[in-house]
């Protein structure tokens, strides 16, 4: 499927999230439901496929060249009506090398943890594991695994974080879906592995209980092919 993906995209390198989770999509991985809106395309052509989606949603910048959606203030959460998107996809589409705007439903509040990959000069293909979000910048919790990790290679790499603990279940919260979680380290360093990659960042991936219909769910992906 990935090369698949990259045959499609020939002569791309980067590419924009919503393109990212597509690929994701079709592997079986869950991502939130949503529109891509391009730039200088108005949003009422999208009407249709707008009102399958539910309120609240989030509007952010989609651009191959935006390192950071944070930092040029590229995202807009908790969208309650048609007005407020209007005028979050106006102001979106208004940053500086957007190409357009991914509107998606919220996803509901879980434990968030980045998982990526990189090829590195010295030991080749490797895969990061930690906290995700803001802890990620925060806290600098991670492990690293060479590609590819099977299931058990996997599960060490979990284990290897500080807060592990946060994902057993700590203070009252339910323990997260291990084997979901497990499912998506592995296919990413399997998809490392092909040296087709030179990088990918998942980040967050917001983790769920495993009696949630979800498990985990893909909230923000980013990817760069050699």
């Known amino acids: 499927m ?49 009102s399958a989606l539910s309120y609240p949603l989030v509007a952010k910048v989609s651009s191959s060249k935006i390192i950071s959606k944070s930092d040029v203030k590229g995202i807009r959460l908790d969208i309650k009506n048609e007005d407020e998107l209007k005028n979050a996809v106006s102001e979106l589409m ?13 996803a509901p509040q879980g434990l968030e943890v980045i ?27 991670v492990s690293f695994g060479l590609a ?4 058990d290679d996997a599960l ?8 592990y603990r946060l994902l057993e279940g700590y203070r009252g ?13 592995v296919s ?6 092909t040296n087709l990659i030179k990088e990918i960042d998942l980040n967050p991936v917001a983790l769920y209980s495993p009696s949630y219909k979800e498990r985990a769910m893909i909230l923000d992906a980013k990817m760069e092919i050699i």
């Open 173 to 185: 919260n339910p323990p997260v879906d291990f084997d979901a979680l497990i499912n998506i380290i």
């Open 2 to 50: 990935l090369k698949e993906f990259i045959e499609k995209n020939r002569g791309r390198k980067a590419f924009l999230e919503h393109e990212v989770k597509g690929l994701f999509k079709n592997m079986g991985f869950s991502v939130p439901d949503g529109i891509f809106i391009p730039k200088d395309t108005h949003l009422s052509a999208f009407s249709l496929q707008l």
């Open 115 to 141: 998982v990526g990959g990189v090829i590195d000069g010295q030991f080749g293909p490797i895969v990061m594991f930690g906290l995700g979000g803001v802890f990620v910048e925060l806290f600098k919790d």
């Open 188 to 193: 990413v360093s399997e998809m490392m592995a």
């Open 148 to 151: 590819p990790l099977k299931k």
């Open 94 to 106: 208004r940053i500086e090398h957007a190409e357009g705007v991914l509107i998606e439903e919220m």
């Open 156 to 163: 060490w790499l979990i284990r290897q974080i500080k807060g």
